[in-house]
């Protein structure tokens, strides 16, 4: 008996293996194609790449809105595609129902009441609908996954448009040869939202595989030429940071190959970069010498005025959408129209100053811890996982990308959105709803650990109660032992 014990263990070793491999095929990631996914998919599309609007007569019927609604009425009639949390018990999703009050607020107290109400029936609503509507449909790592595939063909769908549709001009004052006569988003706009796109490109690189994978990277070539051809400043300084961060955060591989990709990156931008790119980019390193820094309406200036509007407004600002109003109605360069000339309506160019000036302090609060807690929130998360995650299945592993990339991709925002008025805009709204759906996806997760070890961790993470004397909340043991692992054997 005891000779035959050392064949045991290893046929008991070997059954192990066989289905630990049975679980990792298992759990290969999947595009999942039920009615409102696909609907929701078509929405992101659309949203991200405005690709619609390369058809004018389609563009015209208002396609975002229309399959917002469609969305919206299917998960009405359809409820069991949709998750059973309620995500305003998630913070993101509280921040984002918060925005949209504040919003309404406002438009009731700052100077246009009709102008502000315009933008939020006509846009804002759209983009709080649809986040939600994503937030509440991620019931799975394959819904999650699926959404971020979609915002990463938005993205390829704009590099195409910036590499082969979209004219390339040398305006005047500038040094660079650069996108021009964009019909989805300015250039400095469309580096905002390709910076959010590189870093979840670079979280579906982990689990890709095959063909998938030569997609992902041709993607990411593309996103660098386009972010060259842009001219953007902001999307260079944004590149810069993220990239930076990128070495201290991606710790799944080595450091030799993070520094050797960053390397692919520069070499990227300098086969990419049109005439003048980097004597543009120099400029930053002069930023007195600028425009923006000396002239009436430069980015200096109107920031000045911003918190200007911040103190005369401090509680429910100009309202949603008025900042350009303001400009010509109540602003401080009015005093200096009859000896300069004409007076421009100019938006705020900078997002932080457009949330603090058109909803006020707390507006502005909101704001930016939707950006900022995103990121501190989701580093803290990565620290709590097991460590095993981030060589385990594609679930695991995909789940523990994200609490890199997502961060990533809000540290290109933060930084892009500096320089550019993007603060109603979708991108960090969808941010917000992933963030709030890789909650939901990992609380599933924990019911699959077996009971102590879903405690240990949920306790972790911080989706577990901890009561008095080691105890636990009952619906946290509900969660811990009403999913045991399927391959557990006796």
């Known amino acids: 008996m005891s000779a035959q014990s050392p064949q045991l263990a290893r046929n008991a070793a070997h059954s192990g293996r066989a289905i630990n491999r049975s679980a990792r095929v298992d759990e290969r ?3 999942v194609r039920d009615p409102l996914r696909i609907i929701l998919f078509l929405a992101t599309v659309m949203t991200v790449s405005r690709v619609h609007q390369h058809y004018p007569p389609v ?6 809105l229309l399959v917002v609604i469609l969305a919206a009425a299917y998960a009405y009639l359809n409820p069991r595609f949709l998750g059973r949390t309620n995500v305003l018990t998630l913070w993101p999703m509280r921040l984002v129902a918060l925005l949209g009050v504040l919003a309404c607020g406002s438009a009731v107290f700052g100077i246009s009441l009709g102008a502000a109400a315009h933008f939020i029936l006509d846009s804002y609503v759209k983009t709080l609908v649809y986040a939600f509507l994503i937030a509440m449909s991620i019931r799975s790592v394959h819904d999650l996954y699926t959404l971020v595939w979609a915002y990463v063909i938005s993205c390829s769908i704009l590099v195409y448009f910036s590499l082969f549709v979209f004219g390339i001009t040398r305006a005047a004052g500038s040094y660079v040869t650069r996108l021009d006569h964009l019909y989805t988003y300015d250039s400095n706009d469309l580096g905002v939202v390709i910076i959010v796109g590189l870093a979840l490109t670079l979280l579906l690189l982990g689990v890709a595989r095959g063909t998938q994978r030569w997609f992902l990277l041709l993607n990411l070539a593309g996103i660098l030429a386009t972010i060259a051809r842009s001219g953007s400043r902001g999307a260079f300084l944004g590149l810069v940071v993220a990239g930076a961060a990128a070495l201290v955060l991606v710790t799944s ?5 993070r520094v050797s990709l960053l390397a692919a990156v520069v070499l990227a931008l300098v086969i990419g970069a049109p005439p003048g790119y980097w004597k543009q980019m120099g400029t930053i390193l002069e930023p007195t010498e600028d425009y923006n820094y000396t002239t009436r309406d430069g980015r200096k200036a109107v920031s000045e005025r911003g918190l200007g ?5 401090p509680l429910f600002g100009l309202g949603i959408n008025n900042f350009a109003r303001a400009e010509c109605t109540i602003s401080p360069k009015l005093q200096t129209i009859s000896s300069s000339g004409p007076i421009r309506c100019t938006p705020p160019h900078n997002s932080y100053i457009q949330a603090g000036a058109e909803l006020g302090i ?4 909101a704001w930016t811890s939707l950006v900022l807690g995103g990121i501190v929130v989701m580093l803290r998360m990565r620290r709590r996982l097991p460590l095993a995650w981030r060589q385990g299945s594609d679930t ?3 789940l ?5 990339f ?4 809000l540290v290109g925002f933060a930084v892009t959105s500096f320089f550019v008025s993007f603060a109603w805009m979708d991108p960090l709204y969808l941010m917000a709803a992933f963030i709030s759906g890789w909650y939901v996806v990992v609380r599933g997760q924990i019911g699959q650990l077996a009971g102590p070890e879903a405690l240990t961790v949920a306790s972790a993470l911080g989706l577990v109660r901890a009561a008095p004397g080691w105890r636990v909340s009952r619906s946290a043991r509900r969660v811990a032992s009403t999913r045991a692992l399927p391959q557990r054997s006796e």
Not at 362 to 365: D, L, Q, S, V, Y
Not at 400 to 404: E, L
Request: hydrophobic residues 50%; charged residues 15%; proline residues 9%.
């Open 29 to 31: 990631l999947r595009i």
């Open 59 to 64: 563009a015209r019927l208002r396609p975002v």
């Open 253 to 257: 591989i080595s450091l030799w190959r």
């Open 309 to 313: 509007y911040m103190r005369m407004y």
């Open 362 to 365: 707390p507006g502005m609060i």
């Open 396 to 398: 695991q592993r995909f």
């Open 400 to 404: 523990y990308g994200a609490t890199t």
């Open 406 to 409: 997502f961060p990533l991709a």
